[in-house]
């Protein structure tokens, strides 16, 4: 098959996506498949002589489009968003076509530059303090992980690798397993599940610490978990705050966090993966507040910065001991002007690493700071708006603070009644929601996912909502002559 074909393949590629993109509201949000049902739809093994490029096209609407959940509707409102635009697609494109392995300088020197000051751009666009900063001349600088689960991941291994070369100098006679044994990581019980997976991974234990009644970790908890544990005779080492926890978009006290984890040397890392993009706005920085103290900050462009998945950006103040932790050089990697550059495999878990930092540049110029503003601002305005929908019927409850896009609410009722709500919401298939529970209390989210979303949509999931509990509700005092709102008989 001639070159010249494939090309032709390309760009007819390019107009299925605008087409699938331009008309994603018509496509019902969730799949009513069953497991396994692609398998039948194939054949048993791979053709011998190629197929026809119109049979395979036409597959994907046929075998593929019935199985995809489709996160970019405007009426998706599940988990939180993950971005999405044509600057990036066509950077995505370009990064595939480059199909360079950045894993040292040498191996594509703009692959490794361009990263380095993307990482500064953005940097400032959140007004990071200057240490995380490469161009501010001293230690920081940053990198593109994968996943905020990789950065959480990494910096519990620099901060491992750091405890244990400090207690190595003060007992040069503890082996390292003896160490190890001892290292305590802290984090909140309303953290991501990623943190509990690093500490599984990086072989120490973790502690999970009560919240506030806003579900924020304090550094009253910190501190006393902390004090406890060296009484014990352990070693306490590394603490994640997070700012905007996955379940209600709560924002833990770094000041208060930062203060603790200073006083005993202990490395503390900020998860605020999908919050994170709010910080372009000034109006959303005070949630940073104390982002000086920590050692290390990461979120995800490719949650709400229209860059597409996988970008997600870490900023460490000494990028040593995370290099440190990784460092295997053999002699095939080694080139003239190591030390002058950072080689990012040394920053990273995998070794090869694509050119992402072209969506990021990409999508920074053809936007610009003040559009992407404007599209975070929009979001959280929509949030708002469904949060005053929400209150305006009083057999709901809003159950924690709207302070960025997502609205966690309930109806006043026992948590069976929201669980048949919820399941009845998603079975009419017009919009998607997911639940979360904190403190044994059941509610649902509702997440401004896509940037196709207006207000006219908002409406239309709140209408959809509202019939829901009007035939939950009808059926509940059928059944049982049972008023399911109150929970009275």
């Not at 990494?154 to 160490?179: F, N, Q, S, Y």
């Not at 908890?221 to 926890?245: N, S």
């Not at 053999?330 to 002007?337: C, D, G, M, T, V």
């Not at 999931?461 to 709102?485: M, Y």
Request: charge should be negative.
């Amino acid at each position: 098959m001639e070159a010249n074909q494939f090309k032709d393949f390309a760009k007819e590629m390019i107009d299925y996506v605008a087409n699938y993109l331009e008309n994603i509201r018509d496509r019902r949000v969730l799949p009513t498949i069953e497991p396994g049902y692609l398998r039948p739809l194939l054949p048993e093994k791979a053709p011998n002589t190629p197929d026809k490029w119109e049979d395979v096209l036409a597959d994907v609407e046929k075998v593929i489009m019935p199985g995809v959940t489709h996160w970019h509707s405007p009426r998706f409102h599940a988990y939180f968003p993950t971005a999405n635009s044509y600057p990036a697609i066509v950077a995505d494109i370009l990064s595939g076509a480059i199909a360079c392995i950045g894993f040292s300088w040498i191996a594509s020197p703009a692959c490794t530059e361009l990263e380095v000051v993307m990482l500064d751009w953005l940097g400032k666009m959140l007004d990071l303090p200057s240490e995380f900063l490469a161009c501010s001349g001293g230690k920081g600088g940053g990198v593109i992980q994968g996943t905020a689960s990789e950065a959480t991941l990494v910096a519990l291994l620099g901060a491992k690798a750091r405890t244990v070369a400090t207690i190595k100098a003060e007992h040069p006679e503890w082996t390292d397993m003896h160490i190890i044994e001892k290292l305590v990581g802290y984090t909140s019980s309303q953290s991501h599940s990623s943190v509990e997976r690093a500490g599984l991974l990086g072989g120490v234990k973790m502690r999970f610490l009560p919240v506030d009644d806003k579900d924020r970790l304090r550094g009253t908890a910190l501190r006393e978990a902390i004090e406890k544990d060296i009484e014990a005779g352990l070693i306490p080492f590394y603490a994640v705050g997070t700012l905007g926890t996955t379940s209600s978009c709560a924002f833990d006290n770094l000041e208060e966090l930062g203060d603790v984890c200073n006083k005993h040397n202990v490395w503390l890392h900020v998860d605020a993966a999908y919050a994170g993009s709010a910080f372009i706005c000034p109006e959303f920085r005070y949630l940073m507040k104390g982002i000086e103290k920590a050692d290390s900050f990461n979120f995800n462009p490719h949650k709400w910065l229209l860059i597409n998945f996988d970008c997600s950006a870490m900023w460490l103040k000494n990028p040593y001991w995370v290099v440190n932790a990784f460092n295997v050089d053999p002699l095939y990697l080694k080139h003239e002007q190591q030390g002058s550059a950072p080689d990012y495999r040394h920053w990273q878990i995998p070794l090869g690493r694509r050119f992402r930092s072209l969506k990021l540049w990409f999508v920074l110029r053809l936007y610009g700071v003040e559009k992407l503003q404007a599209y975070i601002r929009k979001h959280v305005h929509l949030a708002h708006y469904f949060e005053s929908l929400v209150k305006e019927d009083d057999r709901f409850e809003i159950t924690a603070e709207v302070i960025v896009g997502l609205v966690c609410f309930r109806l006043k009722g026992s948590n069976e009644l929201n669980e048949t709500l919820l399941k009845r919401i998603n079975g009419r298939g017009v919009i998607h929601l997911v639940p979360s529970k904190i403190k044994d209390q059941y509610f649902l989210r509702m997440a401004v996912c896509s940037q196709y979303t207006e207000k006219e949509d908002i409406d239309l999931t709140w209408r959809e909502i509202r019939d829901a509990t009007d035939e939950v509700i009808d059926e509940s005092t059928k059944l049982n002559g049972f008023n399911g709102v109150n929970g009275h008989h």
